[in-house]
T-cell receptor, first 114, second 114 residues
């Protein structure tokens, strides 16, 4: 069965430091891959997505993610975090048959130290 | 576009009562998802529809839960009777017909069953 694993429940970084959030997936083929962000009391907002082409994708708010097929990973990165990046981040996958469902990881909560 | 609209934003009800959550997807979208978010279980897919037809309801926790999509612009998630363990944030999301694979989320309904 398809699954998405985000191994880190919480991550704390200092403002200005670099960030990497991990995501691994289990699927029969290369799926669509997404990263969403959720601020407190809000819905989920798409940061970036990958489904083909260049394996390094750029998103909003200065985030990027790299797809590594050999590792079944899609890690999210940002070179320098801002206090406003404190939120919960979700990795998600969906089959290339885009009429299929989208499955989410359990999320990583990011805390920023001033 | 107003985005995905959910109502109510907050619902407090007594155990045993019927609860109905409502969702208006983005106009023109043909897929609709209902998710439940809790601290313990993260973001769980309950059911999703394509072209108003339920495709996969394997995530619906039990017979107390039911979902309908009578037309392309409206869906409901009903819990009858409600129980305290149903307390969670329920999200609705929709996805478009063309080459846009991601889901767009509503603001969620926070349900508290006392």
């Amino acid at each position: 069965a398809q699954s998405v694993t985000q191994p880190d429940i919480h991550i704390t970084v200092s403002e200005g430091a670099s960030l990497e959030l991990r995501c691994n997936y289990s699927y029969g083929a290369t799926p669509y891959l997404f990263w969403y962000v959720q601020s407190p009391g809000q819905g989920l907002q798409l940061l970036l997505k990958y489904f083909s082409g260049d394996t390094l994708v750029q998103g909003i708010k200065g985030f990027e993610a790299e797809f590594k097929r050999s590792q079944s990973s899609f890690n999210l990165r940002k070179p320098s975090v801002h206090w406003s990046d404190a939120a919960e981040y979700f990795c998600a996958v969906g089959l290339m048959n885009r009429d299929d469902k989208i499955i989410f990881g359990k999320g990583t909560r990011l805390h920023i130290l001033p | 576009d107003a985005g995905v609209i959910q109502s109510p934003r907050h619902e407090v009800t007594e155990m045993g009562q019927e609860v109905t959550l409502r969702c208006k997807p983005i106009s023109g979208h043909n897929s609709l998802f209902w998710y439940r978010q809790t601290m313990m279980r993260g973001l769980e897919l309950l059911i999703y529809f394509n072209n108003n037809v339920p495709i996969d309801d394997s995530g619906m926790p039990e017979d107390r839960f039911s979902a309908k999509m009578p037309n392309a612009s409206f869906s409901t998630l009903k819990i009858q009777p409600s129980e305290p363990r149903d307390s969670a944030v329920y999200f609705c999301a929709s996805r478009g017909r063309v080459t846009v694979p991601e889901a767009f989320f509503g603001q969620g309904t926070r349900l508290t069953v006392v």
